[in-house]
C-alpha cells in the first residue's frame, strides 16, 4: 500500500480531461497536488522536464500528458503522434529517475492491442500480433513507455507502474469535429443537427466497429486507486468491461440529445479496429469497480456541454 498523505504528487497534464478529474479526485486526498501548465513547462523539451523535476522533487507523478485524438487524428498526423509522445515519455522517465522520484504512473490506451486480439483482450496480449494501422503511431509509442516504467523497474528498482484505460469521455473532453473521439463528436453532431432541425445526422463508418467507454472520473477514481495498492511490472486495464456498437451509441446520444431524425453514414472515414472490449478482470480481482453507467455519463457530459457551449465557440 501507498500512501499519499503528505505527498507530493505531480499531475502533468493536469489541463485535459483525465489530467482535470485526476485533480478533482486528488483534493479529497490529504496530499499536495503540483500542476504546470505548457506555457511553463514543455513537455517535448528535455532542459524543462529536468529543470522542473529538480526544483520540486515530487514524490510521485501521474503522466496524464500526450498528444491525443480521434481516429481522424491518430491516422493523418503519424510524426506528431509518435514524436511528440515519445519525447514527453522519455523525458519524463529520465528525468524522474535522475532526480529520485520513485513512483511514477504511466497512463497508455486500449489501442496497445493487436488488432485482432481476443476479446475481452488480457493484458498478456500485448505485443501478440498486429496493430490497427490507423492508431500505430500512437500505440508505439505507448506500448514504449509501458517499456519504459518495466525497464526502470528492472534496471533500477524504481516503482514504476502503467494502466491502460479503455475509450474516455467526460467534462474537459475535446468536441472538435475534426480531431475529437467518437463520443463527445456524436453529442455536438446530434444537438446541432436538433437546433438546424435538421433531418439527419451524419456518423463516419459503417457503425459496426464496437467501443467499450468508461467515465473520466471512474478512470481517475481507479488510477488513484492503482496508484495506492499496485506495485508491479505487468500493465494494468482500465475499463468498464461493456462495449456498444457504434451506431447503438449513436442511437442513445439521440435519445439523451432528444434529435429525431435518420442516421446517415460517411463510408469515406474509417472504421478503425472491429472491437477492443478490455478484461478488467485485474483491477475487478482488486476489488475496484466503476459506478457510472453509459447512459448517465452520457447525459451528464451533455449537460456539461449545454453549460460550457458558449465559452467554446
Ligand atoms: N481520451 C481518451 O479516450 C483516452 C483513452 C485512453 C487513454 N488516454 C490517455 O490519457 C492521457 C490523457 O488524455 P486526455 O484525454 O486527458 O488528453 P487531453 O485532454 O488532450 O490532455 C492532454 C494534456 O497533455 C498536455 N500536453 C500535451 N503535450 C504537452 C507538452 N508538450 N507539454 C506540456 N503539456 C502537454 C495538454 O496540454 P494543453 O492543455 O496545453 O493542451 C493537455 O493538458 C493520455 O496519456 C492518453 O493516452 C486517453
Ligand atoms: C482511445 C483512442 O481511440 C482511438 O481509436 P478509436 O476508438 O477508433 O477512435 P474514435 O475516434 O473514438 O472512433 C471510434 C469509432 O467511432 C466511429 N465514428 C463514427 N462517427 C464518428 C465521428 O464523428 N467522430 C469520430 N472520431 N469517430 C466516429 C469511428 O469511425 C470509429 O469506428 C485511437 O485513434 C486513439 O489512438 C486512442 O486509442
New binding site residues.
Partial sequence: MYSLSQKKIWVA?H?????SALVRRLQSEDCTIVTA??EE????RQDQVEAFVRAHKPDALIL?????GGILANNALPADFLY?NLI?EANIFQAAHRYDVNKILF????CIYPKFAQQPIQEDSLLSGSLEPTNEWYAIA?IAGIKLAEAYRRQHGRDYISAM????YGP?D?FDLQSS?VLPALIRKAHQAKLARSDEVTIWGTGTPRREFLHVDDCADALIFLLKNYSDVQHVNVGSGEDIEIIELMRLVCRVTEFHGAITHDLSKPDGTPRKLMSNATLANMGWKPRISLEEGIRSVYEWYLETENSRR
Fill in positions: 497534464g489541463r485535459g480531461m483525465v489530467g501548465a505548457r513547462l514543455d513537455l517535448t496524464a500528458a500526450a498528444k491525443v511528440e514527453i497512463l497508455g490506451s486500449s505507448k484505460p479503455t475509450n474516455l474537459g475535446n473521439h
